[in-house]
């Protein structure tokens, strides 16, 4: 079994390139819904992240206030390392248990939006950088996240540049045409020597 680490910055269309992996039987394992999954419901997590933000950091309900801890942590490198430190190694735990789960396959494929800041890429075989034009990734975010294009920008310049997380991965895929996309995955998986039939 191979893992593949897939990564891209911000309106990159990762959860769109994801999809079409697991369209073609890869299992997909997203850090990021893992992650927010596992502050919502994971003792451990959830002990940590009231030491470090206040008890009142989720509601009553048991709802945790990611406005205001994304605030908190983009003006404090500290507190985000912290923030790291804490989940990340749960994140890990999760995926392990993911990885065994799905022994079966060739291939799986571990998508996250910091796979190579977070040191997540050294659990990969190799890694795919997906990459789309800077206009195009401004509309994505600015329809699904309401956002200007001045915010939208400066989300950009916080992430790491796509030249340097190329350094660390062995395709990369543009996603800008849905089509060619899928074709693009359909060459990746073909060089890896895998096949939907021999699952």
């Keep these: 079994m191979k893992t593949i680490g897939l990564t891209g910055g911000i309106g990159s269309g990762k959860t769109t390139v994801s999809q079409i992996f697991a369209q073609m039987g890869v299992p997909v394992f997203c850090c990021d819904d893992v992650a927010r999954k596992i502050q919502d419901t994971d003792l451990r997590a959830i002990q940590g992240m009231k030491a470090m933000f206040g008890p009142d950091i989720y509601s009553d309900d048991g709802t945790l206030d990611r406005r205001r801890v994304a605030s908190i942590v ?11 430190a804490l989940i990340h190694p749960l994140v890990h735990e999760a995926f ?104």
Excluded: W
């Design 96 to 199: 392990a248990r993911f990885a065994v789960c799905n022994a079966a396959h060739p291939l799986i494929l571990m998508e996250s939006a910091i796979l190579i800041q977070s040191g997540f890429y050294h659990k990969a075989d190799f890694c795919v950088l997906v990459t789309a034009p800077i206009e195009t990734r401004i509309a994505r975010v600015m329809q699904r996240d309401h956002a200007t294009r001045e915010q939208i920008l400066a989300r950009i310049s916080n992430q790491m540049p796509d030249s340097e997380m190329a350094a660390h991965c062995k395709y990369q895929i543009v996603n800008a045409d849905m089509a060619e996309v899928r074709v693009q995955v359909e060459k990746i998986i073909e060089q890896e020597n895998y096949s939907k039939k021999s699952l």
């Design 74 to 84: 983009f003006a404090n490198p500290e507190t985000l390392a912290r923030l790291n």
